[in-house]
């Protein structure tokens, strides 16, 4: 889970708090992302994971949960905001939703 989460270079580091420094944003989202993937779940739903990380972070993430659920045959619904290109490639299906409207690409 470490290496599909990129975080095996950062095994042996603190998270850290507001008085110690430990790991970058991007890392302890994935940390976060990571605690969330323990245990037997097939199915995970998650809200806005990409607020306050940088695209090429945000990328990162989303292509360690696809590597995921794909070798667990499970399923991730995933809101994000204004999503780069190549992090939208990563989904399967995608629905786009603005003022109520719904458009669906499979």
Excluded: W
Aim: proline letters at 3%; aromatic letters at 6%.
């Amino acid at each position: 889970l470490l290496q599909i989460l990129g975080l095996d270079i950062c095994a042996d580091t603190m998270v850290g708090d507001e008085m110690l420094r430990g790991i970058s944003g991007g890392q302890r989202k994935r940390v976060t992302t990571g605690e969330m993937l323990v245990g037997p779940a097939n199915a995970l739903f998650m809200d806005e994971i990409s607020t306050g990380l940088d695209s090429s972070t945000t990328f990162q993430i989303v292509s360690s949960l696809r590597q995921y659920v794909h070798i667990l045959n499970g399923t991730a619904v995933i809101s994000l905001l204004q999503p780069a290109p190549e992090t939208y490639d990563l989904f399967d299906d995608i629905i786009l939703c603005k003022n109520n409207i719904f458009l669906m690409y499979e």
